[in-house]
């Protein structure tokens, strides 16, 4: 999985250094990855008895790889914009390593069956909603898109948006590789103008 990653996000050029602690978790299906900190190599955290253990993986080790690619420091104090490229990129590469499901298995908590189709239905106004916070950061705001109840109620926003995000970028001929090296600073930028309706018509 690490070489599909690497392949894909065209990384073969780049010392990239990865830590992997797998534990036994909560049985709630989720990992997260921290970057390099302090000389340390950027950390996955992943519970063994994840029910979708190889495309969590491959997400988690796109967001280890992109983390070194793009020189990402910001972790959990990014703006929420930063959090959606970062998610949207993992998500892409993790289809791409895994390719063959449906959306919702490289999108979506495992199991949830309802959230795709809710994410599809109200993307607009999802969209049209998270543009004002993009630039915002903190634990709050991180919380809201990401694990907590966005602007229309639903879970999970951030992931929505950047789903449909990276969906246009592709679309307009942007390459991973490509929006893995783009720099910390111009995350939030790109996310605004990939979401502006000008941009996704």
């Known amino acids: 999985m690490f070489d599909a990653d690497n392949a894909i996000l065209g990384s073969d050029d780049a010392p990239i250094q990865v830590r992997l602690v797998l534990m036994v978790g909560q049985f709630d299906d989720n990992a997260s990855t921290v970057p390099p900190l302090d000389g340390q190599p950027a950390t996955i955290v992943m ?20 983390f070194q690619l793009a020189g990402v420091t910001n972790a959990a104090n990014a703006p929420i914009g930063e959090t959606i490229f970062l998610e949207g990129l993992a998500m892409r590469t993790a289809q791409r390593a895994e390719p063959g499901r449906i959306d919702a298995d490289y999108a979506a908590m495992p199991g949830d069956t309802q959230w795709m189709p809710r994410c599809a239905a109200n993307k607009d106004r999802i969209i049209r909603r998270i543009l004002r916070d993009l630039d915002k950061a903190g634990a709050d705001v991180t919380r809201k898109y990401t694990v907590g109840q966005g602007n229309t109620g639903m879970q999970r926003e951030g992931y929505c948006v950047a789903w449909f995000a990276f969906d246009t970028l592709l679309d307009h001929g942007h390459t991973l590789p490509e929006l893995a090296r783009i720099p910390e600073e111009k995350m939030v930028e790109t996310m605004r103008a990939a979401l502006t309706p000008a941009s996704r018509r």
């Open 47 to 66: 519970p063994v008895e994840n029910s979708a253990f190889r495309r969590v993986l491959a997400h988690e080790l796109a967001h280890a790889i992109h």
